[in-house]
C-alpha cells in the first residue's frame, strides 16, 4: 500500500473553503486515492475518492495532481460540523480486500 | 446510504469477564467486514478481517483465540473479547465493505471499559 502524508493540523474560518493537503509519491497507476474522516469518538465517515481525474460530490472536492503524487481535499464551505480528523489513504491495488491502514491523518479545526 | 450500526454503543465489564460487539450492515449485504480498535488520541489499528463464511483474517499481533469473530451472515459480524482486561478498554469499530463498491461504511463504534 502506498503510504501517505498530511498536515498533523489545519484551521479554516467557517464558511471558507478547507483544502487538505495529502502527499502520495509512490503510489502506482491503478491505486486509487480515499478521504475519510472521523468526528470525536464516531466511526469514521467516508468522503470521496478517486483515480486520475478530479471528483466532487456532495460532501467534497477531490483534486488530483497529474503525476497522481498528491491530491487535495476541499471542504468549499466549511462548518463548525467539519471539525473532524481527516484521512488520507491509498488501500492498495485490487485483491487485498481493501484494507484500510490508517495514519495520524489532519486534525482540521473549523472556526467560528 | 449504506448503514452500518453497532451493538451495544459502551458497555462496562469486569475483568475476566467476555463481552460480544454486533456489527449490522441494516441496508446492504455485506460479504466483508473489518474490525478495527482505537486508543485514545491514536489512529485506526486492523484487527482483522471477517469474510461470511469462512474464517477470520487477523492482523499480525492480534490473538485469534483473544478476539473471536464470526461473520455468519452477509449483515452481522461480531467480535467477542475474551477474558477482558483493563487493557482491551478502547473503541472497537467495524466497518463494511459494499459489494462492488470499494468504500468502506463505518459503524458508530462501541467504547469498552473493563473495571
Known amino acids: 500500500d502506498a503510504k501517505t502524508t498530511q498536515p498533523t493540523s489545519m484551521d479554516c474560518a467557517e464558511g471558507r473553503a478547507a483544502n487538505l493537503p495529502c502527499n502520495h509519491s509512490t503510489i502506482s497507476g491503478n491505486e486509487y486515492v480515499y478521504w475519510y474522516r472521523q468526528i470525536h469518538s464516531q466511526g469514521p465517515q467516508y468522503i470521496i475518492h478517486?483515480?486520475?481525474?478530479?471528483e466532487t460530490n456532495e460532501m467534497a472536492s477531490l483534486i488530483i495532481t497529474e503525476d497522481r503524487k498528491s491530491s487535495t481535499l476541499i471542504l468549499p464551505h466549511a462548518t463548525l460540523r467539519d471539525t473532524a480528523v481527516y484521512y488520507c489513504?491509498?488501500?492498495?491495488?485490487?485483491?487485498?480486500?481493501?484494507?484500510?491502514?490508517w495514519g495520524l491523518g489532519t486534525s482540521l479545526a473549523v472556526n467560528p | 446510504g449504506a448503514v452500518v450500526s453497532q451493538h451495544p454503543s459502551w458497555v462496562i465489564c469486569k475483568s475476566g469477564t467476555s463481552v460480544k460487539i454486533e456489527c449490522r450492515s441494516l441496508d446492504f449485504q455485506a460479504t466483508t467486514m473489518f474490525w478495527y480498535r482505537q486508543f485514545p488520541k491514536q489512529s485506526l489499528m486492523l484487527m482483522a478481517t471477517s469474510n461470511e463464511g469462512s474464517k477470520a483474517t487477523y492482523e499480525q499481533g492480534v490473538e485469534k483465540d483473544k478476539f473471536l469473530i464470526n461473520h455468519a451472515s452477509l449483515t452481522l459480524s461480531t467480535l467477542t473479547v475474551t477474558s477482558a482486561h483493563p487493557e482491551d478498554s478502547s473503541f472497537y469499530i467495524c466497518?463494511?465493505?459494499?459489494?462492488?463498491?470499494?468504500?468502506?461504511?463505518f459503524g458508530p463504534g462501541t467504547r469498552l471499559t473493563v473495571t
Open positions: 478517486g483515480l486520475k481525474n478530479n
Open positions: 489513504i491509498v488501500p492498495g491495488a485490487a485483491g487485498n480486500n481493501r484494507k484500510l491502514i
Open positions: 466497518s463494511a465493505l459494499v459489494t462492488g463498491i470499494y468504500e468502506q461504511y
